[in-house]
């Protein structure tokens, strides 16, 4: 992908932990370590019916973002190099959002995003790097340990800088459906019939997706994108399908128990938004 080096974004805030990413920071969280990182980030990628996944405080504290903070230089040029990817990609699905969202009825917010590591307290509740990249209604936040990267190249086979932008896009897709009352009718819905709880999850997670096409449609539109782009982009929809994780699990695949739909399904709605390029193509609540 063609994007800006360095730049900077309003709409970061640095929550790691000192110095920087990967190790030290505030070890003794009870998650987020071992087995259980694997386990949690193979059930729980992108959900985000958050609330009875977190522990809801405990005894704890984990570090909580503060309410504005650009980045950090960290002297570790890689990952300083990653911030400013996330920063920039943010930034341009933020922007499109502006753009587009008035002809759904509304204007768009934008959203904030925190980077974090290992573990931060959350308007959702406390959460650990395990739970994968997310997305808070209750502070409209995105959340992300830059570790998850790692974990979509080499555990699931999704590499490229597309890959990560999709995955911020997803989550930004989120943010939308919350700004559009999709993500509280979503709710209030599985609330009432608890039988169709897993059923809504899926058709949030692949609205995201497509919404995440509809982002990938302007890029392509703008000349950012490059060779093998888009592949990255559609492999990474559908190497989190649920099928694909119970599978590299080592589970017998269950449809019943997916939340956020199939490897097929997944690259079918974010290459509907596509090619597209229109959030109106985005509706997997009708069918
Ligand atoms: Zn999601």
Redesign the pocket.
């Known amino acids: 992908m063609r994007w800006q080096e360095g730049h900077r974004s309003p709409d970061v805030i640095d929550a790691r932990g000192p110095g920087g990413g990967g190790g030290g920071g505030f070890g003794g969280m009870r998650l987020g370590i071992g087995g259980l990182v694997v386990v949690g980030i193979l059930s729980v990628v992108?959900?985000?019916n958050l609330f009875p996944l977190f522990s809801g405080g405990g005894t704890t504290p984990a570090r909580q973002a503060p309410a504005a903070q650009g980045p950090q230089r960290t002297g570790n040029a890689e990952e300083d190099r990653q911030v400013h990817f996330v920063s920039f990609v943010l930034d341009d699905v933020q922007a499109n959002w502006t753009r587009i969202m008035p002809s759904l009825g509304r204007p768009y917010e934008r959203a904030r995003l925190v980077i974090f590591t290992e573990a931060i307290r959350t308007g959702c509740g406390a959460a650990d790097s395990a739970i994968g990249p997310?997305?808070c209604p209750a502070d409209q936040r995105v959340y992300i340990d830059l570790g998850f990267f790692r974990e979509l190249r080499a555990r699931f086979g999704a590499p490229g800088d597309f890959a990560q932008a999709y995955v911020l896009a997803?989550?930004v897709g989120?943010h939308a459906q919350h700004l559009l009352g999709i993500e509280a009718r979503a709710r209030a819905a599985q609330s009432r019939d608890p039988a169709r709880e897993n059923d809504l999850s899926v058709r949030?997670?692949l609205q995201?997706d497509c919404f995440a096409g509809v982002w990938a449609h302007s890029t392509q539109q703008r000349n950012l994108l490059e060779a093998g782009d888009l592949e990255e982009g559609l492999a990474a929809a559908a190497a989190v399908g649920d099928d694909r994780i119970q599978r590299s699990a080592g589970q017998r695949v269950r449809p019943e128990s997916w939340t956020?739909g199939s490897a097929a399904q997944r690259a079918s709605w974010f290459r509907r938004g596509w090619t597209s390029g229109d959030p109106n193509q985005c509706d997997t609540f009708g069918g």
Do not use: D, G, S
Request: no cysteine; charged share 25%; hydrophobic share 35%.
């Open positions: 992108f959900r985000t997310f997305y997803h989550e989120h949030m997670e995201a956020h």
